[in-house]
């Protein structure tokens, strides 16, 4: 079977450089290949010969070819240049140097193309330091003292100053803070800097995080300039909590009354836009639902739940009647215990909306 070179071969490059000994050069770097075959399956323990050559413009400078066995992976691992005087004489602060890469399978080197060698292998280079001098015959006159003496602070061969005293003053270096009414303290260990607690607004009590005070009966707004506030003409996207009822609130508004006081009921909930839930314990989610009976529940677009325990879901539903249930598109269910499920059912007047009557609608 013949198979395509550049198919077989992935080059992985590790671990540039390695030091082969104490007071010894760089000798070499590592280079690993995982051999496929044309399939891309694993080419394993399989005899291959690689051919690495270094070059730069002027011409080659270092060759050398390696007998290697792919291991059960797959994989080879080479030293190059390992134990090569060619490859220690490489002058690596010449013109930049490309890798070459030629494998052969049994039936002839191939070309695997060439890439330029980074800048990890030019630490052969700090062998052989460029510039070895520092201007001057004593290697140790750039080596100064500092001391200190009192509040002077001293380098050899060079000025004094003085340093600030940490008695006096702050320690809020050239900063200046000013002290009004609200602000206390100058900032130093004795005399922390404090804020009027009548400006803040909220406080850390252990663990717990709340408003600086009357957070027991304050209602809570997200979305607004001001705290608190009882949900009284705001309009907007927001969060609110009524405190005094247990209810929550979160969506988008552009009606002012919806989250009055009149519009809330005991621990209800509603969220998304325009929904109101005005009975206790009611449930009111999606795109301007109504739930107004106690323990009652709308959701989806324009559902009404006026009745107590009802349910409306879907699109322009009604659930008028007590325990009553609307599902679909533009139903009503306005006798007490009717279900009505699907679309555009007839409408009628019941005889009761919140006891049985047998000649009601189920």
Request: aromatic content about 10%; cysteine-free; glycine content about 8%.
């Amino acid at each position: 079977m013949k198979y395509s070179i550049k198919q077989l071969i992935t080059i992985v490059i590790l671990f540039i450089f390695f030091q082969s000994g104490i007071a010894q050069f760089i000798s070499g770097f590592n280079y690993q290949a995982v051999i496929r075959n044309s399939d891309g399956s694993l080419m394993k323990n399989r005899f291959i010969e690689a051919r690495f050559t270094i070059f730069n413009n002027e011409g080659n400078v270092f060759t050398e070819t390696y007998s290697l066995n792919t291991n059960e992976y797959g994989l080879i691992n080479v030293v190059v240049g390992e134990n090569s005087d060619d490859y220690k004489n490489i002058n690596w602060a010449a013109t930049p140097y490309s890798l070459h890469v030629e494998i052969n399978k049994g039936s002839g080197f191939e070309d695997m193309g060439s890439s330029v060698i980074q800048a990890v292998p030019y630490s052969n280079l700090a062998l052989d330091v460029v510039n070895k001098e520092d201007a001057d015959a004593d290697p140790a006159n750039e080596l100064q003292t500092l001391s200190v003496s009192g509040d002077q602070l001293t380098i050899s061969s060079g000025n004094t100053v003085t340093l600030p005293s940490s008695s006096t003053g702050d320690q809020w270096g050239s900063q200046v803070v000013e002290s009004d009414n609200s602000l206390s303290g100058d900032g130093t260990i004795t005399n922390p800097l404090s804020v009027d607690r009548s400006i803040i607004v909220f406080e850390r009590n252990g663990t717990t995080i709340h408003q600086i005070s009357s957070y027991d009966t304050d209602d809570f707004i997200l979305g607004r300039e001001a705290l608190p506030v009882n949900g009284e003409n705001v309009t907007g996207k927001m969060l609110f909590f009524d405190k005094s009822k247990g209810a929550f609130r979160a969506g988008n508004l552009n009606k002012s009354d919806i989250w009055s006081p009149k519009n809330i009921g005991s621990y209800s909930f509603a969220v998304g836009y325009n929904t109101k839930a005005s009975g206790s314990y009611s449930t009111a989610m999606g795109l301007s639902t109504i739930a107004n009976g106690n323990y009652s529940s709308a959701m989806g677009r324009y559902s009404t739940a006026n009745g107590d325990y009802s349910t409306a879901l879907g699109y322009n539903t009604t659930a008028s009647g007590k325990i009553s249930i609307a599902m679909g598109y533009s139903t009503t269910a306005p006798s007490y215990n009717e279900t009505v499920l699907g679309r555009y059912n007839t409408k009628y007047t019941p005889n009761s909306t919140d006891a049985w009557d047998d000649n009601d609608r189920l």
